[in-house]
């Protein structure tokens, strides 16, 4: 097999870069592990940057997301009870973000892959990179025992944080960066209305609570838990119970119950790798780096990164501009450390740590006191939490 650029993954992040080099007339093929309704069923954020939406709409995908999205202006922190609004778009110049499931994004792309024929091979194995320095890279990988090649000109790895593509670089050529935090979050996914019309991102004594949604009927509630709670401890009616002990009376009176559809804990992690290419090979999305969801980062520096790579593969084979391909890393990574600033940002003003001394604990008080208090600080919050500008590929 040979194609012009061979994607590893079809999670949101390859599919999304496959559909944009294929409407720009390059070939892709891509290969995926998992079988179609595997990824599918992969429960993932989904709130997206106007950035991401810009992105999918040039893809052509977006159809279903300008129907059903739900457009939101704003988000609400809440400290001691008290309610804060953060005005997104008065405070950025009409920027809003879209409530959008990760999984309708992918379900979006995998149908709009198939419409125009361009190929996607699931339910690989053994898959391994060749010769990603040399100006022939190609992957090998075996589909139901079979030995099958595909030669290539570019290789972008999408596979996430256990894929092939990072752990084929040579240690001695790559730095990792990475931090554990000493705390999970326990999601719960309920076909149940809104607790409130905007996300809320509230901080309580007994632990950081996250009020997100899918639609105006699926609700997905976040609790911060010990590394050491286990997901069957917890029964609908103690995660219920405990939500509206975090809340106000007047939004816990509000909250509508019902049967999980699905629970389950996620460590915290930031983590990123430098450079993120390595000769003919390019590294996007949690290949190369992971953020904490509190900042809602993941799937939008993933879009950030295929935004990039897909102008700069599209600026080498239109016109010939081979210069580009060694800034993909940099420019990636720019972007990649601001997004991972906002979710460290966002972790520690709205986490208490116990491991924290009084100093720490002081200064993360008078950061609440003054990012929540002042339009500045409320309008650097606003900024981030929409999306930064893509910096121009030229």
Known sequence: MKTQVAIIGAGPCGLLLGQLLHKSGIQTLIIERQAPDYVLGRIRAGILESGTVDLLRE???????????????????????????VPLSELTGGKSVVVYGQTEVTRDLMQARSDCGAPTIYGVSDVEIHDAKSDHPSITFKKEGESCRIECDF?????????????????????????????????LLSDTPPINSELIYAHHERGFVLCSQRSLTRSRYYLQVPLSEQVDKWSDERFWN?????????????????????????????????????????????????????????????????????????????????????????????????????????????????????????????????????????????????????????
Not at 167 to 176: A, D, L, Y
Not at 248 to 275: D, F
Not at 313 to 329: E, I, K, P
């Open 242 to 394: 405990e939500l509206k002990q975090r809340l106000p009376v007047e939004l816990s009176a509000k909250l509508v119950t019902g049967h999980s559809l699905e629970k389950s804990i996620a460590p915290l992690r930031s983590y990123v790798v430098e450079p993120m290419q390595y000769g003919k090979l390019f590294l996007l999305g949690d290949a190369a780096h992971i953020v904490p969801p509190t900042g809602a980062k993941g799937l939008n520096l993933a879009a950030s990164d295929v935004n990039y790579l897909w102008r700069i593969l599209t600026q080498y084979y239109q016109h010939g501009r081979a210069d580009l391909l060694a800034v993909y890393s940099q420019l990636a990574l720019n972007r990649v450390w601001k997004g991972e600033r906002f979710s460290w940002f966002m972790t520690h003003l709205l986490h208490d740590f116990q491991e924290k001394s009084d100093f720490d604990r002081k200064m993360q008080e008078a950061d609440r006191h003054y990012y929540l208090e002042s339009t500045a600080g409320l309008m650097t919050i606003a900024e981030n939490y929409v999306g930064l500008a893509y910096e121009k590929v030229d």
């Open 59 to 85: 893809a052509g995908v977006a159809q279903r997301l300008d129907r059903e999205g739900l457009i939101h202006h704003g988000i609400e922190f809440i400290f001691d009870g008290k309610r804060i609004p």
């Open 155 to 187: 290789i972008a790895g999408c596979d996430g944080f256990h894929g092939v593509s990072r752990q084929s670089i040579p240690r001695e050529v790559i730095r990792e960066y990475t931090n554990i935090w000493p705390f999970g979050w326990l999601g």
